[in-house]
């Protein structure tokens, strides 16, 4: 598709909205459909209403086209894509499992002991959960492992190079920067490494944003590779049930985190700062559950795929 | 297909003849006043293709005519006979209530 241009010449409007939809789409689509938004364009001026129409077409293609609504992509994506959601959805939990570990440090410390059984029990049951989620992560990852090597001796490398790169970069950096953060904790005193520095809190805020980064283009990568491999029925069917025991033990952790900064939010308030309410906490568990939600909607979708 | 679904007000239009997504707009919006936006009149012509319902013609520039197939026309009939029954039993059942 040549590169359109406006009156300015720069990029019209009209081919800016196309990058809403996948690049197959736009191939086939693309010229008509921006013709027709600058012959509907008044002025040559694309309207607020056109906009959003076009925007949400266009995800709403993505979504299609990757397979995770729709019944146009065979069941084999739609497995495909259920399974790679729950597996974008646990990256969230990674990144809110370190924040809550972060968090619950020393808990027992400022808990009376007799207040600590029940969030003893929940934080057990956070990290058992935490522990089997992860080997229902790994052993999906292991099963990958034959057709994956097939993938790349069969020239592959070349279709996932640049994801895989990409985050390698971003975790190098990261690591770069987390050890000059590190050594230069070494020379501060512990107020000034708990906010009393801001130079240094502004370099710790960039280390986690660069970890964060790392993790969602790690998980990108995974899903651009994993939608290319050759999986056979039976493979597609063990990622299934490893995804359904990951949404569980998702479910767990987020129920078991909840039950556990309320009980220590009412024994011990000043752990989480003193106020009514943990606003960190509450972002955590609302995180938790919208991730876990839509792992389920992942399951769901892969296991109807699989009966179809 | 219900009566107000892009894809029904898409092969209305096309059971006159082949039109490209702007004569389709207007066309659309004259009988039933309605203004489909252009996504989501491309996203209707997306899965009306797919299912083989309508299908692309010689593009002239950028503009590409679509035409109906037999298959759409059969779908399209039989979408239209659903919906004359339910105008009959919904203008009868009207009618005895009134009476």
């Given at each position: 598709m040549s590169r359109r241009l406006g009156r300015r010449g720069e990029p019209r409007m009209s081919t800016w909205l196309l990058?809403?939809?996948?690049s197959a789409w736009r191939e086939r689509y693309g010229a008509e459909l921006a013709s027709l938004i600058e012959a509907d364009s008044e002025d040559g001026r694309v309207s607020m209403r056109v906009k959003l129409d076009v925007i949400g077409a266009g995800l709403t293609q993505r979504l299609r086209s990757s397979g995770l609504?729709?019944?146009?992509?065979p069941p084999e994506r739609r497995i495909r894509a259920g399974v790679l959601l729950v597996l974008s959805a646990w990256a969230a939990f990674v990144v809110v499992g370190l924040v809550f570990a972060k968090t619950a440090e020393h808990w027992q410390a400022v808990t009376p002991k007799p207040d600590r059984g029940v969030p003893a029990a929940a934080y057990d049951g956070v990290l058992l959960a935490a522990e089997l989620g992860t080997l229902a992560v790994l052993l999906g990852i292991v099963l990958t492992a034959r057709p994956l090597i097939a993938f790349l001796r069969a020239g592959g490398w070349e279709r996932v190079h640049l994801a895989v790169l990409r985050a390698f970069g971003s975790t190098g950096l990261t690591l770069a920067a987390l050890t000059g953060v590190v050594a230069w904790a070494h020379h501060l005193t512990n107020a000034q490494r708990n906010g009393g520095d801001g130079l240094y809190s502004a370099a710790f805020l960039v280390v986690v944003l660069g970890g964060v980064l790392s993790i969602g283009l790690w998980t990108h990568a995974a899903i651009v590779t994993a939608r290319q491999l050759p999986l056979t029925p039976g493979s597609l069917r063990r990622e299934t049930i490893l995804a359904a025991a990951t949404t569980v033990t998702m479910a767990v952790m987020t129920v078991g985190s909840t039950i556990w900064w309320t009980s220590v939010h009412d024994s011990a308030p000043a752990f989480f700062g003193?106020?009514?309410?943990?606003v960190r906490m509450l972002a955590m568990t609302l995180v938790m559950s919208a991730a876990t939600a839509l792992a389920a909607a992942g399951t769901f979708r892969s296991a109807r795929a699989l009966h179809a | 297909m219900r009566a107000t679904d892009p894809p029904f007000l898409i092969l209305t239009s096309l059971s006159s003849g082949p039109k490209h997504g702007h004569a389709l707009l207007l066309d659309i919006e004259s009988f039933a006043g309605v203004r489909l936006g252009p996504g989501t009149l491309y996203g209707a012509i997306t899965r009306l293709e797919q299912r083989g319902l309508i299908e692309p013609l010689e593009a002239a520039e950028r503009r590409r005519p679509y035409r109906i197939t037999a298959a759409g026309s059969e779908s399209f009939g039989i979408a239209l006979a659903d919906l004359r029954r339910l105008v009959k039993e919904g203008t009868s059942r009207l009618r005895a209530a009134s009476a």
């Open positions: 990058h809403a939809y996948p609504t729709g019944d146009e992509v003193g106020g009514t309410l943990p | -």
